[in-house]
């Protein structure tokens, strides 16, 4: 691996100088010969390492540890499996700092928020550590006399991760640190944009998996989508695929894995709007709103796309809004004073452009900022607040970049209307102090969303809910609640301890 010297120290306190692959399932596999990949610093595009991807032969040497290791990784007590959790837990406790520059120089995000990824890391150590204690089926109250009837859950064989550039690591742990203690395996294909923040954590599970005397229930696999990917997606090994990213990605995992009757977990695009009542606190409302929309430049599949205001504030809130964006330090992720990064690459750059120029075109106006800001070297771009309409097809997608589309309303019930009305449905927020409005934003008639926030914004979810979204957000979910029982099988047993065999449904059959 070619180190570059400023972030030599983070590499090396992360023990990167010593790994020369990406793929690894019982131990480095020494070169693997899918071909090199570089990952690249979005900042000023310097190359931060060159990292040898996983061939066909190298994923299947990985996808057979793994399937050897859950043989007996299963049979290990659940507590025992959250145990060597905890530790890893406390590794990422111990590396957060350089983790979470490190997501910072791969990903592009501001280092509070690469240290608040690794955070949401750390807090779902702890929550399948304690999970791992729990685990827990229902019984219930059979028909038949003297019959006993619940249910337990086994764990289900190897989970496949496919995670995306934006979280590049803790959405894997949402994924594998619960799938662990459930007992199963997990084989990961990150972005092809972040391979080094996986390496890292490999490494890092590698060393506590080790010191336990354990191999293979965390592997890595870095390949192309088209490799690495789509042999996980056909591989009957693989009982479960959890895929985050684009629709488009999702719609081909839901087919591939679908059409073998395996199961999916899909958290894919979001189109997350908020709705400011006219009597909301404005003040609260702005900090979240400029969170939302402009924090990890607009590259959180939470982040918010639609701005709906009641029509009376809404000049004097986009005023305000028009001055906060205008404060908006943009640049190195790494600087205390910055507040928005790079975009991950060119593509992304040229979307966020293509997409300003169809508003234009389809009647939005560019309230400010969506140009290019005189900064050398990386993808970086003004965040832009867009005066639009409901009824503009582009505020129906997803463009994954810091473009707000700014709407105005009259009734609430015209709003929440609006906001249901695109293909995606993962968060969702309204800012109001009227319990009425409150009150119908959640119910039955309201938000349509996975997610929903009353006077709080749409991005930033902790860990203890279940996160995932319905419609072309893919119906997946992950991390808290009872996300668990999908890394899991469900087996509902039926004990007799009478002396007769009572048929259920009162039916009667009797040999002669
Ligand atoms: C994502 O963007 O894929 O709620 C995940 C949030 C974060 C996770 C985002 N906790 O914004």
């Known amino acids: 691996m070619l180190v570059q010297n400023t972030v030599h120290g983070v590499l090396e306190r992360l023990g990167l100088e010593s790994v020369n692959s ?6 480095w596999i020494e070169s693997p010969s899918g071909g090199e990949l570089v990952s690249y610093n979005p900042s000023n595009r310097d190359a931060l390492a060159r990292v040898r991807m996983a061939s066909e032969a190298d994923y299947e040497a990985v996808v057979s540890a793994a399937s050897e290791t859950f043989q007996r990784w299963r049979l290990l007590p659940a507590p025992k499996r959250g145990e060597i959790v905890r530790q890893i837990g406390e590794a990422l406790r111990m590396h957060k700092a350089d983790l979470g520059a490190l997501v910072s120089m791969e990903m592009g995000k501001i280092l509070p928020e690469g240290l608040g990824e690794v955070q949401e890391m750390i807090d779902i150590a702890d929550y399948a550590v304690g999970l791992s204690r729990q685990l827990y089926g229902l019984s219930m109250h059979s028909e038949r006399p003297e019959h006993r009837m619940y249910e337990q859950w086994h764990p289900l064989g190897i989970a496949g991760v496919i995670s995306a550039f934006n979280f590049p690591v803790a959405v894997w742990s949402w994924n594998a640190l619960i799938a662990a203690v459930c007992g199963d395996c997990v084989v990961w294909k990150p972005s092809s944009e972040t391979p080094l923040t996986a390496i890292a954590v490999q490494n890092i599970c590698n ?17 192309r989508g088209s490799v690495a990917g789509e042999k996980m997606l056909h591989d009957k090994r693989i009982p479960l695929v959890s895929a985050t990213g684009s629709c488009r990605m999702g ?23 908020v709705i400011v009542a006219g009597d909301a606190d404005l003040d609260l409302a702005l900090r979240a709103i400029v969170f939302g929309a402009v924090g990890t430049a607009g590259q959180r599949c939470t982040t918010i796309r639609r701005l709906f205001l009641h029509k009376p504030i809404a000049p004097k809130m986009i005023e305000r809004l028009k001055s906060a964006y205008s404060q908006i330090r943009i640049g190195d992720p790494l600087d205390a004073h910055v507040l928005m990064g790079p975009l991950i690459n060119q593509a992304a750059v040229d979307d966020m452009m293509a997409g300003l120029e169809r508003a234009r075109a389809e009647g939005g106006e560019v309230l400010c900022g969506g140009g290019k800001p005189a900064i050398q070297g990386g993808f970086f771009v003004e965040p832009a607040l867009v005066k639009a309409t409901p009824s503009m097809p582009i505020v129906k997608e997803e463009i994954f970049a810091p473009i707000l589309y700014v709407m105005e309303f009259d009734t609430i019930e015209e709003a929440i209307a609006a906001h249901n009305d695109v293909p995606q449905g993962l968060s969702s927020a309204m800012f109001t102090n009227n319990l009425r409005h409150a009150e119908t934003f959640l119910s039955v008639t309201g938000s349509d969303c996975g997610i929903v926030n009353i006077n709080g914004g749409t991005s930033g979810a902790e860990i203890g809910g279940a996160f995932g979204g319905e419609k072309e957000t893919g119906g997946g979910r992950e991390a808290g609640s009872d996300s668990w029982k999908a890394y899991m099988r469900r087996q509902t047993v039926t004990i007799n301890f009478s002396h007769d065999l009572p048929l259920a449904q009162g039916i009667e059959f009797h040999l002669d």
Do not use: D, M, P, Q
Not at 22 to 27: P, R
Not at 251 to 273: D, H, K
């Open 251 to 273: 719609y081909r995992v839901a087919e591939v894995v679908g059409r073998r009757l395996g199961r999916t977990i899909l958290e894919l695009g979001g189109n997350n709007g």
């Open 22 to 27: 990406g793929a690894c399932g019982t131990g």
């Open 207 to 223: 060393h506590v998996l080790s010191r336990n005397g354990w191999e293979g229930v965390f592997t890595l696999v870095i390949g």
